[in-house]
């Protein structure tokens, strides 16, 4: 005789979501307090360097990689997938920027475009294989994070290619404006006070549960006053990098995606149970297929970043960056089991191994420490997650 668990008495879906919400938010607190904690460490262990205009805003070039990489893996992640082959694909991006530019004499803007391009059809590929032809996500990206390997090396010949176009090189190494960056804060700031107060009327007219109007305002001060702090730092040594914008909006791009449409909430609801989706209607392998597009063009761009920065396609670009990509989604909150995640945990993630890296890095710490350390943070993470599941159980 099977047992039947009914939800408790007057506990309806709303206030359900609301709890999910809550927990998560306690994670991601508890996260941003760890890594104020290691940020004060590190600034007292170098005598305040660590906190300086110009590391931080190092700090920020460094991981705007990763968190273009862990935003696509959050998507892919919460659908039960994995990929395991953007690092590969972020120096192959990089490698055929830099023979269209350097080799054929390609402009930047048609190598841009050409390179995006690339990205989304190898993101195709990769979702067809995994979803029409059966074949675990797994091995289909394993397989593509060697195929991609090869080929980079096949097309450098083992050695950089270079000089890249300069207004190429500006996507990775230049800043912006400071009074460019003023204004870009101040249309963040205004875009969320009007989505906030928005979706709260939005609440207020289906009756939903609402947080107290002082929490409310609190929250919005707060979150607006960072994105001034961090403008306005960034501006005392050369204004926001180029790369971080880009991050930036690749991520409120993605958390749209992922938040506010029916093809996000679709994602979650493959991710949360495959066969509950399937008998609602949601076209699953259409939905995966794209999210692998997606993954795909966000990997192509991030190489595109990486190869500017650099100036050069170089034939060991990228490597291992699939599993720091992948570290940042855990560690952000996406859970491995899938249905679950946020990008902006994933940047959160992200900005926690970049800080224990360079941190590390200015105390010269040897390099096998940061392995040591990241790896265990990981893995703390995971049981983290895998801990919450059995109490709810």
Known sequence: ???????????????????????????????????????????????????????????????????????????????????LSVGSLVGLSGGIAAAFMA???????????????????????????????????????????????GILLGITKGVTIAPMNNSYQILGQAYINNNVGLFVALIAIVTLVVLAVRKRQS????????????????????????????????????????????????????TFIAEKTKFGRSIYAIGGNI???????????????????LNGLIAAFAGIILSARLNAGVPGAGNMMELDAI????????????????VFGAILGALIMATLDNGMSLLNIDAFWQYIVKGSILVLAVWFDSASKNKKA
């Not at 475009?113 to 289909?140: E, H």
């Not at 259409?286 to 692998?292: E, G, N, Q, R, S």
């Open 275 to 293: 066969q509950a989706a399937t008998y609602s209607g949601i076209k699953v392998k259409k939905v995966v297929l794209i999210v692998f597009a």
């Open 327 to 342: 570290a940042a989604a855990v560690i952000g909150g996406t859970s491995l089991a899938g249905g679950r995640g946020r």
């Open 1 to 83: 005789m099977e047992t039947v668990t009914k939800a408790p008495q007057g506990l309806d879906s709303e206030k359900l979501a609301d709890i999910k919400k809550k927990k998560y938010d306690i994670r991601a607190y508890t996260m941003v307090i760890g890594l104020v904690v290691i940020m004060i460490l590190f600034s007292f262990f170098t005598d305040g360097v660590f906190l300086s205009a110009r590391n931080l805003s190092n700090l920020a070039m460094q991981m705007s990689v990763v968190s273009l990489l862990g935003t696509g893996a959050v998507l892919v992640i919460v659908t039960g997938n994995i990929d």
């Open 203 to 254: 609440r207020v007219k289906y009756n939903f549960r609402l947080e107290s109007l002082p929490l409310f305002t609190s929250k919005l001060i707060l979150i607006a006053g960072l994105i001034a702090i961090f403008v306005l730092f960034m501006n005392t040594y050369r204004g926001i990098p180029i790369p971080v914008f880009f991050m930036l909006v690749f991520a409120i791009l993605y």
């Open 103 to 149: 080799w054929q004499g390609w402009g930047t803007l048609p190598t841009i475009a050409s390179v995006l391009v690339f990205g989304v059809i190898i993101g195709i590929i990769q979702g067809f294989a995994t979803v029409y032809l059966n074949i675990p996500a797994f091995i289909v990206t394993l397989g593509g994070m060697m195929i991609y390997r």
